[in-house]
């Protein structure tokens, strides 16, 4: 059997109503779980772009993205690994500003894990990390123990690949010029 990983599926689209529907009817056909979701205006105007990660095989993957790409509103879809992209992921963390200031090492843990203070009073503080999800688990995890989180949440991946234009924009040059062909 395949070895499963994490899978990042990016998806173009135009903004219609019922996609994600559809779109996450393919992830439960083929039993799969969705890890994370975030959706929003890609580079090129009046296109939006999805990205959502699953823990999957190779073979599996590349069936999801063939049938994601039949959906009449999906201009194009694409699965990349992590090697491929530069993602990152946002995670707020609600604290008790007397417990936090109890820590002492309060500079000590913003340098460590680069943390930025969005939001103080004399009743909460609200913490903002941007990096990969051990990176903001491990704070998450950090906090929990020394002092305890009253909220928490985390954003689903962003991504873009490292090449060097958006995959998308090829696909779309090579459209027009069959058309200027015909």
């Not at 135009?14 to 529907?21: I, K």
């Not at 939006?48 to 201009?75: A, G, M, P």
């Not at 963390?93 to 943390?115: A, M, Q």
């Not at 305890?148 to 779309?172: C, N, Y």
């Amino acid at each position: 059997m395949e070895e499963k990983k994490l899978y990042t599926v990016t998806i173009f689209s135009e903004n219609t109503v019922g996609l994600l529907g559809q779109v996450t009817t393919v992830f439960i056909r083929r039993q799969l779980n969705i890890e994370t979701l975030s959706v929003s205006p890609s580079a090129i105007p009046g296109i939006h772009k999805f990205t959502i990660t699953v823990i999957t095989d190779r073979e599996t993957i590349e069936k999801v993205v063939k049938q994601i790409d039949k959906r009449v509103d999906v201009l194009k879809s694409y699965f990349n690994t992590d090697e491929e992209l530069v993602h990152q992921e946002i995670a707020l963390y609600k604290l008790s500003t007397p417990d936090f200031l109890k820590l002492g090492s309060v500079e000590d843990l913003i340098r460590k894990y680069n943390i930025r203070i969005l939001d103080i009073n004399e009743n909460s503080i609200v913490l903002h990390k941007t990096g990969h999800y051990e990176e903001t688990q491990g704070l998450f995890n950090e906090l929990s123990k020394t002092i305890g989180v009253l909220q928490f949440i985390r954003s689903g991946r962003i991504a873009i690949t490292k090449s060097k234009i958006e995959r998308l924009s090829d696909m779309l040059k090579g459209r027009e010029e069959k058309r200027k062909n015909l």
